[in-house]
Nanobody, 123 residues
């Protein structure tokens, strides 16, 4: 059983920065990619960024150039550095892992484990 614990959310003004962290613990099955999703009220959960086991990275268009995903395997920690934040980035952000290749798609359908979520509010 994998546990994912996010931290680092908060409230910031537009143009500000936050760094989210996600620590993975417990039994770790084969993981092809880890990533961040977000969900705003009344919206569907959307993929924000993912990093695959081969090091490849993808971003959704709306955050490319502003957000950076990274991981520290020694610490079993996934990060999301968010710069130049905008009000439309306001959402609950979820850490996720997948046992499916990223080539199949960066979709919540392929997520095996979710974190509990951390709120990001940009005003």
């Amino acid at each position: 059983h994998v546990q994912l614990v996010e931290s680092g959310g908060g409230s910031v003004q537009a143009g500000g920065s936050l760094r989210l962290s996600c620590v993975a613990s417990g039994y770790t099955p084969t993981t092809y990619w880890m990533g961040w999703f977000r969900q705003a009220p009344e919206n569907e959960r959307e993929g924000v960024a993912a990093i695959a086991s081969d090091g490849s990275i993808i971003y959704t268009d709306s955050v490319r150039g502003r957000f950076t995903i990274s991981q520290d395997n020694a610490k079993n920690t996934l990060y999301l550095q968010m710069n130049s934040l905008k009000p439309e980035d306001t959402a609950t952000y979820y850490c996720a892992t997948s046992g499916y290749p990223l080539s199949l798609g960066f979709l919540s359908d392929y997520v095996g484990y979710w974190g509990q979520g951390t709120q990001v509010t940009v005003s």
